[in-house]
């Protein structure tokens, strides 16, 4: 792809979901570079113009003129126009549906409720709310459960057939904290075919590269 000009990934250092667009970015060998905001850029001009939400991640594309926001929309324009070889998707039914169908999981179960325990358990002014942390906790766990139940039913390596695809890597960026989110946790007891699932995720060279990147610049910004 060296005929490609670089994308554009508007991104922060601390925030999940900018990096599991660039993994897919590394998965596909697209060229990119990453331009990191800080909060007062990312709620103001001219990023709102990119994105009216104030949130990254955002990509912008000078090959083909678009700018596109939100983390799930943005790997499903890079899976329609860079993944011409299928590395990373299906192009049939029902599989091609699965895969959407786990992706729209990932952006409504796991970011939403993982993001929320991070939140009222590191952030939030008021501490005494134990009732929220429990509930956000038990939701990080029943997600955990929910593809350890499927990949124990289906037997398969992946969460749609053989195949890695787009869909098992939207959900590392959040699993990488999963020991910050519910500390002395193990989940590999309760769920051994995810941890397994998820460790061989771990293990491909693009995911290690998108980690170490993360690592490096997290201490700048």
Excluded: C
């Amino acid at each position: 792809m060296s005929s490609i000009k670089p994308l554009v990934l508007y991104s922060h250092a601390t925030g999940p979901n900018p990096w599991k667009v660039a993994i897919v970015l590394e998965e596909l060998q697209v060229p990119y570079e990453t331009k990191f905001l800080d909060f007062a850029a990312i709620k103001s001009e001219p990023f709102l113009s990119i994105n009216p939400n104030g949130r990254v991640p955002a990509l912008e594309d000078s090959n083909t003129g678009v700018k596109i926001f939100e983390s799930g929309a943005i790997i499903e324009y890079l899976i329609e126009t860079y993944d011409k070889e299928a590395k990373l998707h299906y192009t049939a039914s029902p599989e091609k549906y699965l895969e959407l169908s786990w992706l729209h999981f990932q952006m409504s179960g796991q970011g939403p409720y993982w993001g929320q325990k991070a939140w009222f358990t590191y952030f939030h002014s008021d501490k005494n709310i134990t009732s929220a942390i429990e509930r956000y906790g038990n939701e990080i766990k029943r997600t955990l459960g929910v593809i350890d139940s499927h990949l124990k039913k289906t037997g398969k390596p992946y969460l749609v057939g053989d195949k890695i695809s787009y869909a098992d890597l939207a959900f590392v960026p959040w699993q990488t904290v999963l020991g910050w989110l519910i500390p002395d946790y193990d989940a590999s007891k309760d769920f051994p075919e995810w941890s397994k699932w998820n460790q061989s995720l771990l293990e491909r060279p693009a995911v290690k590269k998108v980690l170490a990147d993360k690592a490096a610049v997290a201490p700048k910004h």
